[in-house]
């Protein structure tokens, strides 16, 4: 999968996925990500990409032009599945979301900031919208971020153990079960005996059993969905 990040902070983003997983999914070359720099498709020499808004009102607005000269340079070289821009009225990430996007080829993410873009690019140039909460962030870059990781981790041969995505929560509307490592007892607080008893099966029914009883208690609202 190839993402292209369209950004006014290209340095923000540098070290998000450089680390554990992504790393390693890019070092696979499952997943690659490229940074790119909005200003160096501005057309005057102070690389501007933002201007006063019509009609009066605080706050700068992300111009058509760079952004619409990048996404058509990016365009002329291959074919995109989606161009998202990242926005706090779009469609909510949730793992269904992720999961969707996980299985795209190229997309672009378009990273805003100041008030946001030009509506004529949001018209004419985006395809898909994701906020990533209702909650407003002062740049897309770091939504971006948190996308990337969301899907990047799904994308098969990324997780050493391709089937451990699955049990996570929020695949099949429930929360994970909890999870011990060594030692078996600590102060006294011991790891469920279940878990040690070696019987993958009577394990597995606990692990439902914990995992649906989690749901019921902290997000009921995902079993009527
Ligand atoms: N004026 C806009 C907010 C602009 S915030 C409004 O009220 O809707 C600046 C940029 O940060 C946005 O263009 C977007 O790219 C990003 N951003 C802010 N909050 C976000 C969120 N919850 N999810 C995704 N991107 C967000």
Not at 94 to 104: E, G, P, T, Y
Request: include cysteine; glycine fraction near 6%; hydrophobic fraction near 40%.
């Amino acid at each position: 999968m190839r993402i292209d990040i369209i950004t006014v902070l290209p340095e923000l983003l540098q070290s998000p996925f450089n680390h554990s997983i992504l790393k390693r999914a890019r070092e696979k070359g499952l997943l690659e990500v490229n940074l790119i720099n909005l200003r160096d498709y501005a057309s005057d020499k102070h690389k501007t990409v933002d201007d006063y808004q019509y009609g009066g009102g605080a706050g700068m607005v992300m111009m058509i032009e760079p952004i619409a000269k990048c996404i058509e340079d990016l365009k002329s070289q291959r074919d995109y599945d989606e161009v998202i821009y990242m926005s706090p009225d779009g469609e909510l990430l949730d793992q269904k979301v992720a999961n969707k996007i996980s299985l795209l080829q190229n997309i672009i993410i378009l990273c805003g900031h100041y008030k946001g873009v030009d509506e004529r690019v949001r018209e004419h140039f985006v395809t898909k919208e994701i906020s990533i909460g209702n909650y407003v962030l002062s740049g897309g870059e770091l939504a971006a971020a948190i996308l990337v990781d969301a899907v990047g981790r799904l994308i098969p041969g990324v997780l050493n153990d391709e089937s451990s995505a699955l049990f996570d929560s929020f695949q099949d509307n429930l929360i994970a079960p909890p999870v011990y490592t060594r030692p078996e007892e600590f102060r006294g607080w011991k790891v469920p005996d279940i878990l040690l008893s070696g019987d993958t099966k009577k394990i597995d029914a606990w692990r439902h059993e914990q995992s649906l009883q989690r749901t019921k208690e902290r997000r009921p609202d995902l079993l009527s969905e």
